[in-house]
């Protein structure tokens, strides 16, 4: 049985989902360092090129080996620009079950990418990887992910009381944490059968052959 993911192209309506690239690094590095990210985020502060680059040549190729997870850039078809990630983590190869994530760029808000790019990689899971489950935790004050993880048909199962540690700016421009709660959402086959067709294209992703 499979126990890793493949290096996957998942292209939609507006985007192309793709394996992280050094030439990603300038503009992952900028996208990091957003104080919405930081706050709800666990990225180094501040998140450097040289951090980036670590990310995307050792950490993520390391999580795919291994069969942890699958880190995803998500850039615009028509500008390849790079406006988010999407990211699998904690993955049962037995159950057939993995945790997704999003983070969405600062100059790529308010376009409907991260339900577009959440929807597509579900979408795969479900068809091509023939998972049976997909959970989200949400902090419990993030309302902007709670909307994309209704928007893609999931279902609130629940809340992880004091589970989550979010950042907050301190009076002399530091951060701090702050706990609060995980609401969790999980999203079957069944419910997103009936959503929206322009959200993802099914039939739109390419396998290539693993690098390791």
Not at 170 to 178: L, M, R
């Amino acid at each position: 049985m499979t126990s890793t993911f493949p290096s996957i192209s998942i292209s939609t309506e507006r985007l192309v989902l793709r394996s992280l690239d050094t030439d990603d690094v300038p503009a992952l590095a900028e996208m990091m360092n957003d104080e919405q990210i930081a706050a709800w985020t666990d990225v180094p502060r501040p998140f450097t090129e040289q951090s980036a680059r670590t990310w995307i040549t050792e950490y993520a190729p390391a999580e795919r080996t291994a069969g942890h997870g699958l880190d995803l850039a998500v850039t615009e078809f028509l500008t390849q620009r790079l406006v988010g990630l999407i990211q699998l983590t904690n993955t049962d190869w037995h159950v057939r079950s993995t945790e997704l994530s999003y983070i969405v760029a600062p100059w790529a808000r308010g376009e409907g990418y991260a339900s577009e790019a959440a929807l597509a990689t579900a979408q795969w899971l479900f068809g091509d990887q023939k998972f049976e489950r997909v959970e989200l935790r949400t902090a419990a004050d993030n309302t902007a992910s709670q909307q994309v993880a209704q928007k893609i048909g999931c279902i609130s199962e629940g809340v992880l009381r004091n589970a989550c540690i979010a950042h907050v700016r301190t009076d002399d421009g530091g951060w701090s944490d702050v706990r609060t709660d995980f609401i969790v959402w999980s999203l079957l086959p069944e419910d997103i059968e009936g959503a929206d067709g322009h959200l993802a294209d099914t039939g739109g992703f390419t396998q290539y052959p693993d690098w390791n």
